[in-house]
C-alpha cells in the first residue's frame, strides 16, 4: 500500500534562512502527493499537491515541491523562512480512493 | 464562505460517557471523513461516508460509530470513551470518490479530553 515517510520530526531554521522538509514515498502506482500544514489547535490546510504533470508544484505561502520519481521523493522548500511559517506539515500519499494515508509530520521552528 | 464546521472545538467526557462530536459542510460535498489525530501523532481515518454510504476502516474499534442524517452533517459518535480515546478528531470533506485525488477540505477540529 502507499505510504510516506518524512525525515525529521522537528526542524529549526533562522527567518530568512531556506526551508527544506523531507518527504519520501513508497507506491506501486503513480502517486497523488500533498503537503498539508497544521497550526497549533487548528485543522489541516492543503499547501500544495502534486497528481500529474509538471514536478514543480507551486502552492500557498512561498512554498513549492518537487516530485522526482527517481529519488521517490516529494520535498517542500520555501527560500526564506518567516516566523509565520512555524507550524506542523504533513506529507501524505492517496491510499485507495478515498484515504489519505498521512506522514508522522514535521514540526518547524523559526529562529528570529 | 463555503466551509467545514466543527463543534465544539474542545470537548471535556467523563470516562465513559457517551460523547458527540459535530461536523458541518457548505460545501455540498458528498464525502465526509472523520481522522483521529493523537498527540504528536499523523492523523488517521477512522471511517467515511460517500452520500449515505458508511465506509468503516477495518481497524476503527467498535466503540467508534458515525451517522450522516442528511449532506451537510455529520457526527461522531465515541460510546464508551476511555483515557486513549484522548485525541484532536478532525472532520473533512471531499467533492466526489475521487477527492483523495484533490485533497480534503478539513474543520478545525475537535479536541477530546478524556477525565
Known amino acids: 500500500a502507499q505510504s510516506v515517510t518524512q525525515l525529521g520530526s522537528h526542524v529549526s531554521v533562522s527567518e530568512g534562512a531556506l526551508v527544506l522538509l523531507r518527504c519520501n514515498y513508497s507506491s506501486s502506482v503513480p502517486p497523488y502527493l500533498f503537503w498539508y500544514v497544521q497550526y497549533p489547535n487548528q485543522g489541516l490546510q492543503l499547501l500544495l499537491k502534486?497528481?500529474?504533470?509538471?514536478?514543480l508544484v507551486k502552492g500557498i505561502n512561498g512554498f513549492e515541491a518537487e516530485f522526482k520519481k527517481s529519488e521517490t521523493s516529494f520535498h517542500l522548500t520555501k527560500p526564506s523562512a518567516h516566523m509565520s511559517d512555524a507550524a506542523e506539515y504533513f506529507c501524505a500519499v492517496k491510499r485507495g480512493a478515498n484515504n489519505l494515508f498521512f506522514g508522522t509530520g514535521t514540526r518547524l521552528t523559526v529562529i528570529p | 464562505d463555503a466551509m467545514v464546521i466543527q463543534n465544539p472545538r474542545y470537548q471535556v467526557t467523563q470516562f465513559g460517557k457517551p460523547v458527540t462530536l459535530s461536523c458541518s459542510q457548505t460545501l455540498n460535498h458528498n464525502v465526509m471523513y472523520w481522522y483521529q489525530q493523537k498527540s504528536s501523532q499523523a492523523p488517521k481515518l477512522l471511517f467515511h461516508?460517500?452520500?449515505?454510504?458508511?465506509?468503516n476502516e477495518a481497524d476503527t474499534p467498535d466503540n467508534f460509530q458515525s451517522r450522516r442524517p442528511n449532506t451537510s452533517f455529520c457526527f461522531l459518535d465515541i460510546r464508551s470513551p476511555g483515557l486513549g480515546d484522548a485525541a484532536m478528531y478532525l472532520c473533512?470533506?471531499?467533492?466526489?470518490?475521487?477527492?483523495?485525488?484533490?485533497?480534503?477540505?478539513f474543520g478545525s477540529g475537535t479536541r477530546l479530553t478524556v477525565v
Open positions: 502534486y497528481t500529474t504533470g509538471a514536478t
Open positions: 473533512a470533506t471531499s467533492r466526489d470518490l475521487a477527492g483523495a485525488g484533490n485533497g480534503y477540505t
Open positions: 461516508y460517500y452520500d449515505k454510504d458508511f465506509n
